[in-house]
């Protein structure tokens, strides 16, 4: 089993910047090929995908709405992901979710393509 805790949410303006962090136990990223990513849910909508990365971050991807703003990373040393957030919008405001799976053939995009989710943590960004 593999247990994601995510850090870093909060309360910013309109352009401004925030980084989240998920620490994952249990499972290290590096030793079962563990791909994450990052999903968000803003009241009355679905959870969407906002970002992801293979393993070894030999690929990446983004939702268009955060293409150029956003950078997903990680450091499988720490068994760490982060997602910085730059020149953030009010659209942003969502509950961040991490997410891990291990080695599958399952799209990388998908909520269905994760087996495991951190608790969530709330980024608010006013106008």
Do not use: H
Not at 27 to 39: A, L
Not at 89 to 104: F, I, L, N, Q, S
């Amino acid at each position: 089993q593999v247990q994601l805790v995510e850090s870093g949410g909060g309360l910013v303006q309109a352009g401004g910047s925030m980084r989240l962090s998920c620490e994952a136990s249990g499972r290290t990223f590096s030793r079962y090929d563990m791909d994450s990513g990052w999903f968000r849910q803003a009241p009355g909508k679905e959870r969407e995908i906002v970002a992801a990365i293979t393993w070894n971050a030999g690929r990446t991807y983004y939702a268009d709405s955060v293409k150029g703003r956003f950078t997903i990373s990680r450091d499988n040393a720490k068994n760490t992901i982060y997602l910085q957030m730059n020149n953030l919008k009010p659209e942003d405001t969502a509950v961040y979710y991490c997410a891990a799976r291990g080695a599958t053939l399952r799209p990388l995009t998908t909520r269905n393509g994760y087996d495991y989710w951190g608790q969530g943590t709330q980024v608010t960004v006013s106008s």
